[in-house]
């Protein structure tokens, strides 16, 4: 069974395109009220007479109240902004209104989601890590050291297990800052996409020390671009199953394989530093996943070079991100010199200012009881986040839109 969500111009084309039983809803209020009434309902079809702020907000509220749920809008005129926006509310497909040969596919591919879309299941998750991801819109705000640092932390000398994940696919420089042969990368997962297991995913990492293990972006020019997408959640669902903690180091903008890993992560490190435009970056990203519908609880915002003397307060960077600071890093030489040696502050200076942030961070901010409790607290509050099914079609049609 399906909704469709129209006022005026139903046809019977229309009907027979989506398949099935089709029921009508002229209002938000006829949809939600079907909805309730139907748990199982997988679909519903958004006519081109609805506005698309309300069609858009409509996506966006259900990614995790029904992530079983596909929408497909229906657009008279199809282009890359409302792609882009529509991808990023969790619409599955887009279709031009009365391509009707083209909506039956897009509701049979939503369909084919829902039957494949995991169901939320506390119990599933018993005995995976967390996946942390680290990100920044602007370039250079300390990403990549406090990932590192932060992947020490968690590991603790061995008293947990962590991945590091490289996912700054064209510039990642985690194996430079410790001093590791690029031998495997993220490119050897390749000939494993579609059935990536535990037994692959660790066959990829490249043992660090203490506890951490690293997999390290890919070096040779153009192999980034190989990489998939949808191989960035396999891999960090396998990688959980191993470790209990899996960091993920990004590149500074929200890339598919970002979203992915955005979605596949229970806990998401939002970067900035005390200047203008990286705060002001900062309050895009915190729009932006407010958009895409991801709880405020697991996101933590950490304040790098917090002593800068650059003119703003800690109170000012507060005000302006309109969200609390979970962790302050002062600015250190010791951390390019660090990085130059090709030793980890958090490794050669435990005691530092700098590590000794990332540890409480780690420990408040990551760290609860235990690991073990940690991860079902998180996961348990997070509704266990489900991978969103929001991607393939839409996005093959951005991409068909560029070429
Ligand atoms: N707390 C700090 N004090 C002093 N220098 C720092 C601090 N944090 C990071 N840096 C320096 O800032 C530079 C950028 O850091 P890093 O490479 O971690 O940023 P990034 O966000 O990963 O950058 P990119 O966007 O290029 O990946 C490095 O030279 C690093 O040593
Ligand atoms: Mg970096």
Redesign the pocket.
Known sequence: MSILWQAVGRSPELAASIGGRVRAADTLADVEQLLTADSSETLVVIGPDIETEAALAFAAGQRLRRPALGVVLLREHVDVDLLTRALRSGVREVVTAGEFAELAQACERSRALSRSAPVPHAEAEAGKGQVVTVF?AK???????LAVNLALALADGGARSVCLVDL?LA?G?VAINLQLDPNRTLTNALSMVGRMDETGATSLLTPYRDGLSVLMAPVTPGEAEKIPAALVTELLDALRKTVDYVVVDT??QFSEHVLNAMDASQHHVLLTTPDVPALKNLRLTLDMLDLLSYPREMRSVVL??SDAKVGLSTEDVARVVRAPIAAY?????D??IS?NKGTPIWTSTPQHA?SQAITRFARESLVTVSSATAAEAIETSHDSRVPSPRKQGTFARLRKGRR
């Open positions: 920044s370039g250079g705000c300390g990403k990549t050291t700054d510039f420089d590149p500074s790098n070079r890093i002062p600015s250190s030489r951390v390019p990085i700098v």
